[in-house]
């Protein structure tokens, strides 16, 4: 027998078949590499026999068994104690009743119907940059807030409830400006907003006025018209 | 010795017959004593592929488990052990795929629980746990389970859903594979 040939019947061998080990031993004897080969490879079954098989601790073996029996047990009875849980709940609501005790607060006696906002729209144009027109006439969006509040009861008037902070400025509608520029360079700062209330606090200039005066500031000139409709143009 | 279980367990798998069929009825008393019975078997196997107590009590209830709830849909004429020890490896090879750190499972509570006391066998057992847990995962489950001692090849090909071939080639692999690992322990 060659050596590679023993050494296929050493595994055979250590896998408990005795025809390999009785033709295996003649081998064996004469050759001391594959002795300690079959040594060795006899030690490692050995010892992974001697690591792996123990005796189970009874405490773990009876923890695992009651866990794995009430589990499958819980399985069982679980659309019982659904139901039980069910029937706990209702009878101590049904007790609470009984003795007077409201699950809810004694002191609200009644409900107000506050309506509630269901819907909150807010737009906001942003200033657009108009090209100057062949009038000389430059027109200005000033940026408008919209906002709608829709209430899903609309039984109760807004009025009784006390108005929220709004959380945006509400602009007046939509308004445009129109400032009236003269030939020479005027420059239009596009990306200014334009508020009301300091216009508003003034006296507003005639329409004849308005940038009509060659000698007046360009700060003068670009004052808003805020007595004029959508429809109307000032043309100089 | 080692047997082939499916062969000498006639008295006991008549037995397991009568438990099962009470318990698929709905008798709790037989489940119980169905789970009792083959427990230690279960936990074995467990622990042997996963080396560690608390990991191999996790899989033996798991295992219990699936079999308790898999009575009804077991078919009578089949060897119950031999279900029984396929539904115990697929949980510890569950198990085994959830830790975190992959294969390694040698904790000290094993080596010191092992009956071997001695710092040398602490020391060779915690090599072929080590060992064992760098082999692949066939071939460690194919090597444990035929260390253990009480299943043949073609039980252990049974457990394993492979053909015995597959099996004998993964022991012998792994087999080899560990001897080269440990050669500095079973040279001295």
């Known amino acids: 027998m060659r050596c590679d040939e023993a050494r296929e019947l050493m595994h055979e061998a250590l896998d408990g078949s005795a025809e390999a080990r009785e033709a295996l031993d003649g081998h064996l004897a004469d050759c001391a590499g594959c002795a300690a080969e079959f040594a060795a490879l006899q030690g490692a079954q050995q010892a992974v026999a001697a690591t792996v098989d123990r005796e189970p601790p009874e405490e773990r073996m009876?923890?695992?068994?009651?866990?794995?029996?009430?589990?499958?047990?819980?399985?069982?009875?679980?659309?019982?104690?659904?139901?039980?849980?069910?029937?706990?709940?209702?009878?101590?609501?049904?007790?609470?009743?009984?003795?007077?005790?409201?699950?809810?607060?004694r002191d609200v006696v009644r409900v107000e119907r506050v309506p509630q906002v269901v819907e909150r729209i807010v737009e906001r144009e942003v200033p657009v940059e108009v090209p100057v027109v062949r009038e000389r006439v430059v027109v200005r969006r000033v940026p408008v807030v919209r906002e709608r509040i829709v209430y899903r009861d609309r039984s109760?008037?807004?009025?009784?409830?006390?108005?929220?902070?709004?959380?945006?400025?509400?602009m007046p509608e939509m308004r445009e400006e129109r400032i009236?520029?003269?030939?020479?360079?005027?420059?239009?700062?596009?990306?200014?907003?334009?508020?009301?209330?300091?216009?508003?606090?003034?006296?507003?200039?005639?329409?004849?006025?308005?940038?009509?005066?060659?000698?007046?500031?360009?700060?003068?000139?670009?004052?808003?018209?805020?007595?004029?409709s959508e429809s109307e143009r000032i043309v100089q | 010795m080692r047997v082939n279980p499916t062969?000498?367990?006639?008295?006991?798998?008549?037995?397991?017959?009568?438990?099962?069929?009470?318990a698929r009825r709905g008798d709790g008393a037989a489940r119980e004593r169905l789970a009792r019975?083959?427990?230690?078997?279960?936990?074995?196997?467990?622990?042997?592929?996963?080396?560690?107590?608390?990991?191999?009590?996790?899989?033996?209830?798991?295992?219990l488990v699936?079999?308790?709830?898999?009575?009804?849909?077991?078919?009578?004429?089949?060897?119950?052990?031999?279900?029984?020890?396929?539904?115990?490896?697929?949980?510890?090879?569950?198990?085994?795929?959830?830790?975190?750190?992959?294969?390694?499972?040698?904790?000290?509570?094993?080596?010191?629980s092992n009956p071997a006391g001695d710092a040398q066998a602490h020391g060779l057992h915690r090599a072929v746990r080590c060992g064992l847990a760098r082999l692949p995962e066939r071939q460690r489950v194919a090597l444990s389970l035929f260390a253990l001692g009480e299943l043949d090849l073609r039980?252990?090909?049974?457990?394993?859903?492979?053909?015995?071939?597959?099996?004998?080639?993964?022991?012998?692999?792994?087999?080899?594979?560990?001897?080269?690992m440990l050669s500095d322990w079973l040279e001295d």
């Not at chain 1, 695992?64 to 039980?84: D, F, H, I, K, Y």
């Not at chain 1, 109760?156 to 509400?170: D, F, G, K, T």
């Not at chain 2, 090909?157 to 015995?164: F, H, K, L, S, W």
């Open chain 1, 156 to 170: 109760v008037a807004p009025a009784q409830v006390a108005p929220a902070a709004p959380r945006e400025p509400v």
């Open chain 2, 37 to 63: 019975e083959h427990r230690r078997e279960v936990y074995r196997i467990a622990c042997a592929i996963l080396g560690d107590d608390d990991d191999a009590e996790d899989a033996t209830q798991e295992a």
């Open chain 2, 155 to 180: 039980a252990t090909a049974e457990a394993m859903g492979c053909a015995e071939g597959t099996v004998k080639s993964h022991v012998h692999r792994g087999r080899a594979t560990l001897r080269e």
């Open chain 1, 62 to 105: 009876e923890r695992a068994t009651v866990a794995a029996l009430a589990l499958v047990g819980e399985r069982r009875r679980s659309p019982w104690a659904a139901l039980a849980a069910a029937a706990a709940v209702l009878l101590a609501f049904g007790l609470g009743l009984c003795a007077g005790r409201s699950a809810w607060p």
């Open chain 2, 66 to 112: 699936r079999m308790l709830r898999g009575l009804r849909g077991f078919d009578q004429r089949r060897d119950f052990r031999a279900w029984l020890r396929r539904i115990a490896v697929n949980c510890a090879i569950d198990v085994l795929r959830r830790r975190p750190d992959g294969a390694e499972g040698l904790r000290e509570e094993t080596a010191a």
């Open chain 1, 180 to 228: 009236v520029a003269r030939p020479m360079a005027i420059t239009v700062t596009q990306s200014e907003e334009v508020m009301p209330a300091p216009v508003a606090a003034e006296e507003p200039p005639a329409d004849d006025e308005v940038g009509a005066g060659p000698d007046a500031p360009e700060g003068e000139r670009l004052a808003l018209d805020t007595s004029a």
């Open chain 2, 7 to 22: 062969r000498d367990g006639g008295s006991m798998a008549d037995a397991d017959g009568q438990l099962i069929a009470r």
